[in-house]
């Protein structure tokens, strides 16, 4: 668990350990189920993702967790769906403990537990899940749940964007922007964009168009204003789009 989040959440002892490594075989099944899962055959990769599971291979836990959560290919089983997920969580696995930090957060499958869910979400920020960074982030920018604090917020927004979050690369773009808990500049809230972009975040790439057309933090350029904006078309930003 994050340093941070533990020194406010003092209550439950970690319960990470390290895993065995995935057997051949589990890293077979694995394989065998995505592949029966891509031809529709759901009843097959259900079958292999838990033995993959077995064998330690934890996006295979991970799946089968969604899988009883939804009850997508499984009947519905919120209770069996968190048994996969602690498995993997415990495993030190990032997503993981962000679906099961959820999960005790909101009470599906389990005991309605907000601070065990806030811990295990810390957890997977710890673990590289970017999601889960970007919640600890919110928490502390609000002030929910956890002492307000714009520097520990944008620490966190920092943490989910270099694991390539686009939601966290956002919201450290904004708070050099806006100089919340960091130091104001507008040239940081340009590159942050820009590299977002670059690795495919439409909204990103509107951003760092808007910087270049109107001079944010960089001389105005028109012609490098229109290159953003059409990646970001081409990424599903309609608005930015070129009139047909």
Not at 130 to 148: E, M, S
């Amino acid at each position: 668990m994050s340093g941070v989040v533990a020194a406010l959440l003092l209550s439950t002892p970690a319960t990470s350990q390290t895993a065995a490594a995935p057997t051949a075989t589990a890293k077979a099944d694995y394989e065998r189920a995505l592949a029966a899962a891509s031809k529709g055959d759901r009843a097959n990769a259900i079958l292999l993702f838990d033995h993959a599971c077995t064998g330690n291979v934890m996006e295979a836990c991970n799946l089968l967790g969604e899988a009883y959560s939804s009850g997508t290919a499984v009947p519905k089983d919120e209770a069996r769906a968190v048994t996969f997920l602690a498995k993997s969580c415990q495993a030190k696995n990032g997503p993981g403990c962000w679906l099961l930090g959820q999960a005790y957060y909101e009470g599906r499958g389990t005991a309605k537990d907000v601070v065990r869910g806030i811990h295990t979400i810390g957890d997977a920020c710890d673990f590289g899940s970017g999601p889960a960074c970007v919640t600890i982030g919110g928490f502390f920018a609000t002030g929910r749940h956890l002492p307000k604090d714009p520097v520990k917020a944008a620490a966190y927004y920092k943490n989910a964007c270099d694991a390539g979050n686009a939601l966290g690369c956002q919201n450290l773009a904004a708070a050099y922007y806006n100089g919340d808990g960091v130091p104001k500049d507008p040239k940081r809230f340009v590159s942050i964009h820009s590299a977002s972009c670059d690795r495919g975040n439409a909204e990103s790439c509107e951003d760092a168009g808007m910087a270049y057309q109107n001079g944010t933090g960089i001389p105005q350029d028109p012609r490098r204003a229109l290159e953003y904006f059409k990646r970001a078309c081409d990424g599903g930003r309609q608005t930015r789009c070129p009139p047909r």
